[in-house]
């Protein structure tokens, strides 16, 4: 902050105001940023670079804030780059003339494809200059390669590598050194990082935010000649904080506060339907009493947790003056009299799934509604016995460009929160109002729509029976939340302590299951010898952005899921681990092959323990002697959790903090830690 506030310069050179952002100045900062560790740091060198654009050229702001984050547009966008290391190897080779047989070499031996990209540059003599990247350039290139599609996509996506690679560190003349200062500013390097899906800077996309806020107070109080104190910085930084939460569109907000100025953003970005929000979680528990304790002297409710998939319902009437807002359009319907879409908790179009729900959508809202945003789980029914059916019949339901005629699983929605109403965001209303308006707004069609099933009771013997009338009706178990007071608001994207869950399988056990990350496997022995017969696991550590690993696992598998991972995962097969896996190097606990991070299992486990050979939670202090990792006893594969992407795999603290509870179970020390992650 002190740097910010003396009007600190970035060590980039100005370029003159208005000319697009040098692609070379943002590698300057992600090398700064690379060569530490530490946070405060790390979000200095953000926010002054953001402030450089901001005073030359705040038309690239959007942009720069995007590369930062490793993203090209937002989640529900559905824009993914869909390359592999092989395609980028290629495009590496036929870019600077070098075999595919050596670029494959150099990555063995260097292990990150980054650095081969910059090594292969640094030896190859350039006939001609290009003409420099830009930020607003790479950005439309790799938009460009994102969004090929049809005949020979796949060439067409190498050639669009290519093109950038070509122009990458045009300036720079001298020979890279990769082995000093983790190979410089060089654009190869990052422009591939980014290729990979990991810029791998240690920047999480929360510091860039908290960044970008320091960034706009800094220079909006040096236009008016001033400088911005503690509590301006602190207060900018909790807004745009709020605000992305409820509006989670770079796209929407950074034009609003360019124009708008940041104090008068929350007029101009509020919660909108069409723009889908990371939705409110729960932390585990594994006893009534626990919840009783988090909630003592505040009343809660309890609901149902019902197995299915969560959906999250946007929809505008057409007779209102509002709309959908532009950026879902791709994904949304019209539907009765409005308009509407549906999205997963990864903020990803379920729409063409769900047409069966959208075309009832119109008959469970009442007259008044014009406008909503439901949160609410679609669950898989028996129309016959006119109940809920178990998780495994969703999954059988096709995933894209269903049709009504067609469907065999029918779905029923059951709602819990309401968002939006009318126009006006309520997520800051406590439970109690919400529900009260839900009811309002809507009306249940049997087998169609209901609202979650929920108890008001606040004994334990209450809890005990409603959790076991709630598992009589195929739910999971339990939520438990705050009913009243500012507490009970809704926290988007937010793990909260204000909701509880309380699974029925996982009282006695660690509490919850685990979503891991597969990152290699193990030829199979005996009937096994054509498939994997087991796999290594991992969590993920989002303060490295690295995967620790935390087990094997060869349990819970049938012989036709073998088959079918066998078959998945034989696509995706790599060399060598990617340079953030955290993982043990002795030679017999290596797997006989690695893979690229992309699938989420969902693993139960009998409990936790430390174990050398694992490397989870090792910086999160479980281990005095720093050299364990937690580890899984007696682990279990349940099921692929489609609905969620590695970096939302459970993250080390939240494994921490699973074996810590237990341990203080086991050593009766009282209530266990709970925090936030
Ligand atoms: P899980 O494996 O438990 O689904 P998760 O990480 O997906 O883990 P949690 O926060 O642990 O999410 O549990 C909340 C999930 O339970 C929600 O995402 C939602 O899909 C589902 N759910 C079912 N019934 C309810 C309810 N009444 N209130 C809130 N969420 C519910």
Redesign the pocket.
Known sequence: QAALKSHAKHPYPDWKAGEPVPYAALCTTFSLIELTTKRLEIMAHCSLFLQQVLRLTPEDLLPTVLLMVNKLAPDYAGIELGIGESLIMKAIGETTGRSLAVIKQDQKEIGDLGLVACKSRSTQPTMFKPKPLTVRGVHKGLMGIATVTGNGAQGRKVDGIKKLLAAADANNTGKIDINKDKGGPSEAKYLVRFLEGKLRLGLAEKTVIVSLAQAMVAHEAAQKGTVPSTADMEQGEALLKTVYSELPSYDVIIPAMVEHGIQNLKEHCKLRPGVPLK?M??K?TKAITEVLDRFEGQTFTC????DGE?AQIHYVAKDTNEELSQSAVGASKEVGKGVAAIFS?NSEDLSKKYPDILEKLPTWVNEDTKSFVLDC?SVAWDVKEKKVLPFQQLMTRKKKDVKAEDIKVKVCV?A?DLLYLNGEPVVQRSLRERRELLHKAFKPVEGEFAF?TAMNGQELDEIQAFLEESVKASCEGL?VKMLDGEESGYEPSK?SRN?L?IKKDYLSGVG??L?LVVLGAYHGKGKRTSVYGAFLLACYNPGTDTYETVCNIGTGFSEAVLEELYAQLSEIVIDRPKPFYAHSSGGQHQPDVWFEPRYVW?VKTADLTLSPRYKAGMREGVDPSGEKGISLRFPRFIRVRDDKKPDEATTSRQVAEMYRKQESVANSKGPAVDDDF
């Open positions: 939705p979680l729960a585990p609901e149902y947790k019902y969560r908790r789980e059951f819990f979650a939520m793990r909701w869950k919850d299951s979503d969902e």
